[in-house]
Nanobody
């Protein structure tokens, strides 16, 4: 059974930093592309950051320069380090695992809430 479990969300003040983590199980983690998406109330889910199985990264325009995605294949973990957080970063952050050109291999976690507020 595939599981993606996010952790590390919470309340942070504007300008603060936060790291969220995703623990994967039930998949051969090293062959999956991993990503973080977020969804704010009333808005569509959007890409935050992605990292391929080869380590190439891609970031959403709204977070470039403030967020770093990384992965640890040995631990089956993917991380999202966020800096200079803004209130508009408030959202539920979801972990995603997918195989390129294999749509049946597309998995999501339950999400972790990140709230940026003073």
């Amino acid at each position: 059974q595939v599981q993606l479990v996010e952790s590390g969300g919470g309340l942070v003040q504007p300008g603060g930093s936060l790291r969220v983590s995703c623990a994967a199980s039930g998949i051969i983690f090293s062959i999956f592309d991993m990503g973080w998406y977020r969804q704010a109330p009333g808005k569509q889910r959007e890409l935050v950051a992605a990292i391929t199985r080869g380590g190439s990264t891609n970031y959403g325009d709204s977070v470039k320069g403030r967020i770093t995605i990384s992965r640890d294949n040995a631990k089956k973990m993917v991380y999202l380090q966020m800096y200079s957080l803004k209130p508009e970063d408030t959202a539920v952050y979801y972990c995603n695992a997918r195989r390129e050109r294999l749509p049946d291999y597309d998995y999501w976690g339950q999400g972790t809430q990140v709230t940026v507020s003073s």
